[in-house]
């Protein structure tokens, strides 16, 4: 099924999903911002999911990416960090279309909170600027 959040630079994937959710009966509709609205949570429903296999431990082990504090979230801070991000997302896009299968996406933002923004130097509106992202 569709991510519940789609970057509009997957735009091309989200169609894709978005086509295949409707022939599998799944209510969804695309807004403006890129965001996709599900009637329902199909990955409950039995059918077979693609997930991804951990953005952070991927970056770190594969990419040689250094992510302080284990926090992805900080990848929002430039456009070669989003890329990466992009990167990441769009192989699953792809393993997930060439299965026929759809996909739930962990968050590159799970850390943006707080308490981990605190350590990492975020104030209230940083945090909120990657949040939004």
Known sequence: MLPGACNTAFWVFCNLYE??????????????????????????????????????????????????????????????GEAMLR???????????????GLVLETATWRASRDWGTRLGYDEARLRSVNQR
């Not at 059918?47 to 770190?60: C, N, Q």
């Not at 990167?87 to 299968?101: E, K, M, S, T, V």
């Open 19 to 80: 086509q295949r959710a409707r022939n599998a009966g799944c209510v969804a509709t695309f807004l403006i911002s890129g965001v996709v609205l599900v009637s329902d949570l199909p990955q409950l429903g039995g059918s077979v999911f693609v997930t991804d296999g951990g953005i952070e431990t991927d970056l770190i082990f594969n990419k040689g990416v250094d992510l302080p504090e284990f926090a992805s979230f900080v990848l929002h801070e430039d456009a070669s």
């Open 87 to 101: 990167d990441y997302f769009a192989d699953y896009f792809r393993i997930g279309a060439d299965a026929g299968l």
